[in-house]
């Protein structure tokens, strides 16, 4: 017998043991679907985890690279027959390999970087503010005002500058549904989901506690964020949020979509588009968030939606969740393509997402 | 290793009989690389294992003396459709779900589909037999297959049946063309019909015959599909209820759930649980599904049982893809079950629960179209606790002895039903079947152990323990035996001073030989002489255990 001190830490000891080994994790998995191999798949790893405990198997390097090819797309969670929380498990399982001083060098880079930076790509403070460029009017006076909503971005929409028009929009959008908000500009950092990826489960609360002390501050009742992982790892994680729950947690579309109930934002006539959207996987199967986007495009004259196959709760991982981008590129890149081929079987000229990867 | 089980959590007790793991995984991607690997396989004298997704729970799909395991997921194409002749043809690789999501499509469905529908192949369930989805309406599947392609034991590929494929891609002609005459000498050589007419050798015979790697499934048009639920106090209402409710209204689908299985749903905590539950579905025009609707709630009504609301019957409806839901339960289960006339289900539910008194069971079941039913009966347990898991293993085969009682049969063969093969596929066909296999397999190596039973490949432990036994038996026997026997000149001997000098190393010597006697006995042990020592001794050491 072998002990998994996380595992049992995390009360997941039994988790091996209830699995029922059906094989619908498996087969909605994205890495499966590339690799083939049952190894690669979340039946065959909880087994391999299974016969670790029982000491038929070794937690090697090997193993603890298979660990981290995985999306953490809460696919696998979402079908579990047996109702076995995958995702947490793969968490768990992280945090395992960490501690046997296995982790990949990208994971290894990316908890440093949260640590020394405050952000996932070794940038920092300052570069938070450079999406702003060509918004300054929209954003003067708001950063840390004190405001009912706060707009949260993320490390990806605020550092990535391939994205930094998602956050230019959204200012925007606020702006004209004259919402009064606040940003956290230089003084975010980063939320905290990656610590979980990297396998470090102890300091998450640390990190998100760095964005809501100030949160708590500016008396924000609405917090509204660019990245549907953030959402999920502050509702799992943050000791407050757990116990207050008096804040709001809500995704772009989830906001902008009350802004057009409340008759805040209207639409003009435009030239036709065809648009299909992709559920990004934390916002379908965690929050189940899936309606609110298709009824902002319903509102959007000139706009006409197509379903992709699959979608909603079902909807296939673009391939970058969960570090895979990084551990593992040219997978994740496969991973991507074949959603993308999803995208193409459609009549669609546009493919809308809230998915910040 | 993980390609080398199923469902079942096996006592490690088991891998003493059977070989834990394959040698080597293997998945071809056509039909052509898979015939390569089975002359690879004959060549070298390999066992080889077909394998689907490994959803099922009887051996079937497990290693028996390692070897090659055949993962058929890697062929899995959608290859022939037409709505005319209300059929497809897939390799058997494709999961049920994708061909589901790909005829509903087109407004087409199947007749029968297993509950595993989200993972399990259409080879494994097409090999294994039994009843779906539908089956209350269409029978087993085994009647939904016009016709199948295979790879025979020795590497030749044949068609029976009617395989509908287009011609203009069959790549394969020539050397079907070349099977299928030499298959036809074999056939009728050995009394049988045509390779049209015997594609029941290669359905529902486990993959032992060959590897089936093409299927021509009828469909049928998806017509409206209402989903229903009755929950019942008393399994003789509810009994009442299916029967009236089978006859009178055709439905493509029902399920019972046992009072120990709803109380075992979290889902259902606050709704039926412990109560007994019959639920299905009509798959038919909208007009009749409406008279047919009424007649199911005036059954209802009348049986004392109560109808539920539409949310709670598509509730069950999205739940008869996950009868596995009670593992948690557990964390571990032992499947046992059996095929009974549908009449008996109280009397068999009351004699399980009280066979199984002191387990946790959790009991469900599908209704058959010919008046029998599936009984599921899912025994909980934890395999952590070794000696308990191991001992508590003969359940799962007191059930079948439960089923030949009620005039039932095991619901499967597999690898661990062997015993009940003749009685399973009828006596003729057996014999067929198995003077077939010794046709086509003639080294023994396709799917070896499972259905026509075998020799077993005895363990270290299993081996020292049976020398020991043997070595013992023969010690005290020499000891006691002359003495027990009055052999008046033995005795005499025994006493005198030169039996101190070389009657212990004699004795010895044969303590010796009877150990190599019952170790070399272990060694030509098939599977049912094994099981048939083995279970017996399982069960008088739980009822020791449990004083
Ligand atoms: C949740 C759940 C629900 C289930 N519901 C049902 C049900 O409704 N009805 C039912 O009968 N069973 C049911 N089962 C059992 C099992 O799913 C079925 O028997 C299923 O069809 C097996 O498919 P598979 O692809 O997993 O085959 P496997 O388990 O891999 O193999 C089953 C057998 O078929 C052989 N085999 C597999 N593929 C081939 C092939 N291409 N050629 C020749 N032989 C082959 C294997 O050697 C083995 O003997 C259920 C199991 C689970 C876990
Ligand atoms: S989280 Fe996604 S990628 Fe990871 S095992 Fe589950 S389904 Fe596969
Ligand atoms: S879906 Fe759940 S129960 Fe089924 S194999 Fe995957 S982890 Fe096990």
């Given at each position: 017998?072998?002990?998994?001190?996380?595992?049992e830490?995390y009360?997941?000891?039994?988790?091996?043991?209830?699995?029922?080994s059906?094989?619908?994790?498996?087969?909605?998995?994205?890495?499966?679907s590339e690799?083939k191999?049952?190894?690669?798949?979340?039946?065959?790893?909880l087994?391999?985890?299974?016969?670790i405990?029982?000491?038929?198997?070794?937690?090697?390097k090997d193993?603890a690279?298979?660990?981290?090819?995985?999306?953490?797309?809460e696919?696998?969670?979402?079908v579990?027959?047996t109702?076995?929380?995958?995702?947490?498990?793969?968490?768990?399982?992280?945090?395992?390999?960490r501690?046997?001083?296995?982790?990949p060098?990208p994971?290894r880079?990316?908890l440093?970087?949260?640590?020394?930076?405050?952000?996932?790509?070794?940038?920092?403070?300052?570069?938070?503010?450079?999406?702003?460029?060509?918004v300054?009017?929209l954003?003067?006076?708001?950063?840390?005002?004190?405001a009912?909503v706060?707009?949260f971005?993320g490390c990806?929409?605020?550092?990535k500058s391939?994205?930094?028009?998602?956050?230019q929009?959204?200012?925007?959008?606020m702006?004209y549904?004259?919402?009064?908000?606040?940003?956290?500009?230089?003084?975010?950092?980063?939320?905290?989901?990656?610590?979980?990826?990297?396998?470090?489960?102890?300091?998450?609360?640390?990190?998100?506690?760095?964005?809501?002390?100030?949160?708590?501050?500016?008396?924000?009742?609405t917090?509204?964020f660019s990245?549907?992982?953030c959402?999920?790892?502050w509702?799992?994680?943050s000791?407050?949020l757990?116990?207050?729950?008096?804040i709001?947690l809500l995704?772009?579309s989830?906001?902008?979509?009350?802004l057009?109930?409340?008759?805040?934002?209207?639409f003009?006539?435009?030239p036709m588009?065809?648009?299909t959207?992709?559920?990004p996987c934390?916002s379908a199967?965690?929050?189940k968030?899936?309606?609110?986007?298709?009824?902002?495009?319903?509102?959007i004259?000139?706009?006409?939606?197509?379903?992709m196959?699959?979608?909603?709760?079902?909807t296939?991982?673009?391939g970058?969740?969960?570090?895979l981008?990084v551990?593992?590129?040219?997978?994740?890149?496969?991973?991507?393509?074949?959603?993308?081929?999803?995208?193409?079987?459609?009549?669609?000229?546009?493919?809308?997402?809230?998915?910040?990867? | 290793?993980?390609?080398?089980?199923?469902?079942?959590?096996l006592?490690d007790?088991?891998?003493?009989?059977?070989?834990?793991r394959f040698d080597?995984?293997?998945?071809?991607v056509?039909?052509?690389?898979?015939?390569?690997?089975?002359?690879?396989?004959i060549?070298?004298?390999?066992p080889?294992?077909p394998?689907?997704?490994?959803?099922?729970?009887?051996?079937?799909?497990?290693?028996t003396r390692?070897?090659?395991c055949i993962?058929?997921?890697?062929?899995?194409?959608i290859?022939y459709?037409?709505?005319?002749?209300?059929a497809?043809?897939v390799?058997?690789?494709?999961?049920?779900?994708?061909?589901?999501?790909?005829?509903?499509?087109?407004?087409?469905?199947l007749?029968?589909?297993p509950?595993s529908?989200?993972?399990a192949?259409v080879g494994g369930?097409v090999?294994?037999?039994?009843?779906?989805?539908?089956s209350?309406?269409?029978?087993?599947?085994?009647?939904?297959?016009?016709?199948?392609?295979?790879?025979?034991?020795?590497g030749?590929i044949?068609?029976?049946?009617?395989l509908?494929?287009?011609p203009?891609?069959?790549?394969?002609?020539?050397?079907?063309d070349?099977?299928?005459s030499?298959?036809s000498e074999?056939?009728?050589?050995?009394?049988l019909g045509?390779?049209?007419?015997e594609?029941?050798?290669?359905?529902?015979?486990?993959?032992?015959?060959?590897?089936?790697?093409?299927v021509?499934?009828?469909t049928?048009?998806?017509?409206?599909l209402?989903?229903?639920?009755?929950s019942?106090?008393?399994?003789?209402?509810?009994?009442?209820?299916?029967?009236?409710i089978?006859?009178?209204?055709?439905?493509?689908f029902?399920?019972f759930?046992?009072?120990?299985?709803?109380?075992?749903?979290?889902?259902?905590?606050?709704?039926?649980?412990?109560?007994?539950i019959l639920t299905?579905?009509l798959?038919?025009?909208?007009?009749?599904?409406?008279?047919?609707?009424e007649?199911?709630?005036?059954?209802t009504?009348?049986?004392?049982?109560?109808?539920?609301d539409?949310?709670?019957?598509?509730?069950?409806?999205s739940?008869?893809?996950?009868?596995?839901?009670?593992?948690?339960h557990?964390?571990?289960?032992?499947p046992?079950?059996?095929?009974?006339?549908?009449r008996?289900?109280?009397?068999i539910?009351?004699?399980?629960?009280?066979?199984?008194?002191n387990?946790?069971?959790?009991?469900e079941?599908?209704?058959?179209n010919?008046?029998?039913?599936?009984f599921?009966v899912?025994?909980?347990?934890?395999?952590?606790?070794?000696?308990?898991f191991?001992?508590?293993w003969?359940?799962?085969?007191q059930?079948a002895?439960?089923?030949?009682?009620?005039?039932?049969?095991?619901?499967?063969v597999?690898?661990w039903?062997?015993?009940?093969a003749r009685?399973?596929?009828?006596?003729?066909?057996?014999?067929?079947?198995?003077?077939?296999?010794?046709?086509?397999d003639?080294?023994?190596?396709?799917n070896?152990?499972?259905?026509?039973?075998?020799?077993?490949?005895?363990?270290?432990?299993?081996?020292?323990?049976?020398?020991l036994?043997?070595?013992?038996?023969t010690?005290?026997?020499?000891?006691?035996l002359?003495?027990?026997?009055?052999?008046?000149?033995l005795?005499?001997f025994l006493?005198?001073?030169?039996?101190?000098?070389?009657?212990?190393?004699?004795?010895?010597?044969?303590?010796?030989?009877g150990g190599?006697v019952?170790?070399?006995?272990?060694?030509?042990m098939?599977?049912?002489?094994?099981?048939?020592?083995?279970?017996?001794?399982?069960?008088?050491?739980?009822?020791?255990?449990?004083r």
């Amino acid at each position: 017998m072998t002990k998994l001190d996380f595992v049992e830490k995390y009360g997941q000891e039994n988790e091996p043991y209830v699995c029922a080994s059906c094989g619908n994790c498996t087969l909605v998995c994205p890495v499966y679907s590339e690799l083939k191999w049952e190894s690669y798949g979340p039946r065959g790893k909880l087994h391999v985890v299974k016969s670790i405990i029982e000491g038929e198997s070794e937690f090697g390097k090997d193993f603890a690279h298979k660990i981290f090819l995985c999306n953490l797309c809460e696919h696998c969670t979402s079908v579990c027959t047996t109702g076995i929380s995958l995702d947490r498990f793969w968490e768990v399982a992280r945090a395992e390999v960490r501690e046997r001083d296995l982790l990949p060098a990208p994971a290894r880079f990316v908890l440093k970087s949260v640590k020394e930076r405050g952000d996932i790509m070794w940038m920092g403070s300052a570069d938070r503010l450079l999406w702003m460029e060509g918004v300054e009017e929209l954003v003067k006076g708001r950063i840390l005002k004190k405001a009912k909503v706060a707009y949260f971005l993320g490390c990806n929409v605020s550092l990535k500058s391939q994205l930094h028009d998602v956050a230019q929009s959204m200012v925007k959008i606020m702006d004209y549904a004259s919402v009064d908000f606040t940003l956290l500009g230089e003084k975010e950092v980063c939320c905290g989901a990656p610590l979980s990826w990297a396998g470090n489960l102890k300091d998450i609360n640390e990190m998100a506690e760095k964005n809501l002390a100030m949160i708590r501050e500016l008396g924000i009742e609405t917090i509204v964020f660019s990245c549907p992982s953030c959402i999920q790892t502050w509702s799992e994680y943050s000791k407050f949020l757990k116990e207050d729950k008096s804040i709001e947690l809500l995704t772009a579309s989830q906001f902008i979509n009350r802004l057009i109930r409340e008759k805040r934002l209207h639409f003009e006539e435009q030239p036709m588009i065809t648009t299909t959207f992709h559920d990004p996987c934390i916002s379908a199967r965690v929050l189940k968030a899936t309606e609110e986007p298709r009824e902002i495009m319903d509102e959007i004259p000139g706009v006409y939606h197509v379903e992709m196959d699959p979608s909603r709760q079902n909807t296939r991982c673009c391939g970058s969740h969960g570090l895979l981008d990084v551990v593992d590129p040219v997978l994740s890149s496969k991973i991507a393509e074949r959603r993308l081929r999803d995208v193409t079987v459609t009549p669609a000229t546009r493919i809308v997402t809230e998915c910040p990867r | 290793m993980i390609y080398s089980k199923d469902v079942t959590s096996l006592p490690d007790l088991a891998h003493q009989i059977v070989s834990p793991r394959f040698d080597v995984i293997t998945q071809p991607v056509d039909v052509l690389s898979l015939q390569n690997l089975v002359m690879y396989a004959i060549e070298n004298g390999i066992p080889i294992v077909p394998r689907g997704n490994g959803t099922s729970g009887w051996g079937g799909a497990i290693p028996t003396r390692g070897g090659l395991c055949i993962s058929l997921s890697g062929m899995s194409e959608i290859l022939y459709f037409n709505e005319f002749e209300s059929a497809v043809t897939v390799e058997t690789g494709i999961t049920w779900r994708d061909l589901l999501a790909f005829l509903g499509r087109l407004g087409f469905t199947l007749p029968v589909y297993p509950s595993s529908a989200t993972a399990a192949t259409v080879g494994g369930f097409v090999a294994s037999g039994g009843l779906g989805i539908g089956s209350t309406r269409n029978g087993n599947i085994l009647k939904q297959v016009l016709g199948i392609e295979a790879i025979l034991p020795n590497g030749k590929i044949v068609r029976l049946g009617k395989l509908l494929l287009d011609p203009k891609n069959d790549v394969l002609k020539e050397r079907v063309d070349e099977g299928n005459s030499w298959l036809s000498e074999e056939l009728s050589d050995a009394g049988l019909g045509s390779p049209e007419q015997e594609t029941k050798l290669f359905t529902g015979t486990y993959g032992t015959l060959g590897i089936i790697t093409k299927v021509t499934l009828k469909t049928i048009p998806n017509l409206q599909l209402i989903p229903f639920t009755c929950s019942f106090d008393s399994i003789a209402d509810l009994a009442r209820a299916a029967d009236r409710i089978l006859s009178d209204v055709k439905p493509y689908f029902i399920r019972f759930l046992a009072d120990n299985y709803t109380s075992k749903l979290r889902a259902v905590n606050e709704y039926e649980s412990g109560k007994y539950i019959l639920t299905g579905a009509l798959l038919d025009t909208i007009y009749q599904n409406e008279d047919n609707i009424e007649i199911i709630k005036t059954v209802t009504d009348e049986e004392k049982g109560q109808i539920l609301d539409d949310k709670r019957a598509w509730f069950y409806w999205s739940e008869r893809l996950y009868p596995l839901r009670i593992k948690r339960h557990g964390p571990s289960i032992v499947p046992a079950e059996m095929l009974a006339p549908m009449r008996m289900l109280p009397e068999i539910l009351e004699k399980t629960k009280a066979e199984l008194r002191n387990s946790n069971v959790a009991i469900e079941g599908t209704l058959s179209n010919d008046g029998t039913t599936s009984f599921m009966v899912w025994i909980l347990d934890d395999e952590r606790k070794k000696v308990s898991f191991t001992i508590g293993w003969y359940r799962s085969f007191q059930i079948a002895s439960l089923a030949e009682r009620f005039g039932g049969l095991p619901y499967a063969v597999g690898l661990w039903n062997g015993r009940h093969a003749r009685k399973f596929y009828g006596s003729d066909v057996y014999n067929n079947l198995k003077v077939m296999k010794k046709k086509l397999d003639l080294n023994d190596i396709m799917n070896p152990v499972k259905v026509f039973g075998g020799r077993v490949t005895i363990g270290r432990e299993s081996m020292l323990l049976g020398f020991l036994l043997g070595f013992i038996v023969t010690m005290i026997g020499g000891w006691v035996l002359p003495g027990l026997l009055n052999l008046g000149w033995l005795n005499q001997f025994l006493s005198s001073s030169l039996f101190q000098f070389i009657y212990f190393p004699i004795l010895g010597l044969a303590g010796l030989v009877g150990g190599l006697v019952v170790v070399l006995i272990t060694r030509f042990m098939r599977l049912n002489q094994a099981l048939a020592i083995g279970i017996p001794v399982l069960r008088i050491l739980s009822k020791l255990l449990r004083r």
